[in-house]
C-alpha cells in the first residue's frame, strides 16, 4: 500500500514537472474569425511573425475560423481550453456584435481575458473598377440615379464593413443591397470583377488595390487625411459632406477566460515587444494602420476600451434599427 502511494506521489509529481513546462512549449493558434488574405488575416500574419520572437521563438498557427460576422471564430476562443494555445484577433466586431448580432453564443465582456489591443485602422469606401465615377461627387449623383439597384459588399453582420456600410447608406438615406461574405478578402476579388459595386474596407486590404488602381477609392472614413503616401490625396469623408462621419476599426487579441494569470502576462509581455518592433511599425503603417503606443496595450485599459467601444456603438447601431438574431 505504501509503495502503492509513493509510486503514485511520483507519478503526480512527474506529471506536476510537465504541467509546469515553460509557456509556450507547443505551437500557438490564433484564430482569426475572417477569410484568409483579407485584413484582420493581415494584421494576425504580420504579429505572429514579431510575437515569435519574445515567445522564445514558439510556432504560431492562423486558424482561420471565418463566417457570421466574426461569430463563429470567436466563439471558437470562447470556448476553448484557458492554456494559452488558443488566442483570438478580432477587431471592433468585438463591440459592435452584440448589438448588431443580438443572439451570440459568448459574452465579450465576461468570457475572454484581455491581453492588449494592436492598432487603430482607417476604413476607405471603395467601388469597383467599371463604375461610372471618379470622386465622391461623382459617386453621389451615380447612387441618385441607381438607387435600387447598387450591391454593397461586407464581411456578414456585425463586421466593421457592415457597421461602415450601414452608417453611409444611413447618412445618404439610400438602401443598398447587402451581399455578406466570410470576410473582404473574397468581397474584394467579387468587388474587382464588378459582382459588387461598393465595400467599406479598412485600409490594412484596400491600400495596395487602390494603388495599383484596381478598384476606385471614394473616400477615407477618418476625420483627417491619412499620412500613408499612397492615400494622402484621398479625401475624408466628411469633407465631402457627410458630416460626423467616422469609423476607425482597432484590433485586440484576446485568450479564453480562465487563462493563467502568468501565462497572460506573459503574452501581454509579447504583445508589447511585438508592437515595438520596427518591422511590425513599418508594415503596418504602410498600409495606414497605426500601432497603438498609448494605455490601451495594458489588458485593463484594453478591456475598459471595448467597454466604452460597446457603449458607443450601440446606440448608434440601434438608432439605426439593424439587427440580425
Ligand atoms: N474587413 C472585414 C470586416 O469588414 C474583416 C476581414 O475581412 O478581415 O470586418
Redesign the pocket.
Known amino acids: 500500500m505504501k509503495r502503492w502511494i509513493a509510486l503514485s506521489a511520483l507519478a503526480a509529481l512527474m506529471v506536476g514537472a510537465h504541467a509546469a513546462d515553460p509557456y509556450p512549449s507547443k505551437p500557438i493558434t490564433i484564430v482569426v474569425p ?2 484568409a488574405g ?4 493581415r494584421v494576425a500574419r504580420d504579429l505572429a511573425e514579431s510575437l515569435r520572437k519574445p515567445l522564445g521563438g514558439a510556432t504560431i498557427i492562423i486558424d482561420n475560423s471565418a463566417g457570421a460576422g466574426s461569430s463563429i471564430g470567436s466563439n471558437k476562443v470562447a470556448k476553448a481550453a484557458p492554456d494559452g494555445y488558443t488566442l483570438l484577433l478580432n ?1 471592433i ?1 468585438m463591440a459592435t456584435m452584440p448589438s448588431l448580432l443580438r443572439n451570440i453564443p459568448f459574452k465579450v465582456e465576461s468570457d475572454f481575458e484581455y491581453l492588449g489591443l494592436i492598432n487603430d485602422v482607417p476604413m476607405t469606401l471603395i467601388g469597383k473598377p467599371a463604375l461610372a465615377a471618379n470622386n465622391y461627387k461623382e459617386l453621389a449623383t451615380w447612387i441618385n440615379a441607381n438607387k435600387g439597384k447598387i450591391n454593397l459588399g ?2 456578414g453582420i456585425g ?4 457597421l461602415c456600410g450601414l452608417l453611409f447608406q444611413n447618412a445618404l438615406q439610400v438602401d443598398m443591397t447587402t451581399v455578406p461574405y466570410k ?3 473574397p468581397a474584394m476579388s467579387d468587388l474587382i470583377g464588378g459582382q459588387i459595386d461598393l465595400m467599406c ?2 485600409t490594412t ?1 484596400t491600400t495596395s488595390q487602390i494603388e495599383g488602381k484596381k478598384v476606385k477609392a471614394f473616400g477615407v472614413t477618418t476625420a483627417k487625411r491619412l499620412s500613408t503616401p499612397a492615400l494622402k490625396d484621398l479625401p475624408t469623408l466628411q469633407e465631402s459632406g457627410l458630416k460626423g462621419f467616422e469609423v476607425t476599426i482597432w484590433h485586440g487579441l484576446y485568450a479564453p477566460k480562465g487563462t493563467p494569470a502568468d501565462v497572460q502576462a506573459k503574452l501581454n509581455a509579447a504583445l508589447k515587444a511585438a508592437l515595438k518592433d520596427p518591422e511590425f511599425i513599418k508594415k503596418q503603417e504602410g498600409l495606414g494602420a497605426v500601432v497603438v503606443t498609448d494605455k490601451r496595450m495594458e489588458p485593463a485599459e484594453h478591456k475598459k476600451f471595448v467597454a466604452a467601444e460597446i457603449a458607443k456603438w450601440s446606440p448608434v447601431i440601434k438608432a439605426a434599427g439593424v439587427y440580425a438574431d
Open positions: 475572417f477569410a483579407g485584413p484582420t488575416d477587431h466586431g461586407n464581411a463586421s466593421a464593413s457592415h470576410g473582404t478578402a474596407d479598412q486590404n
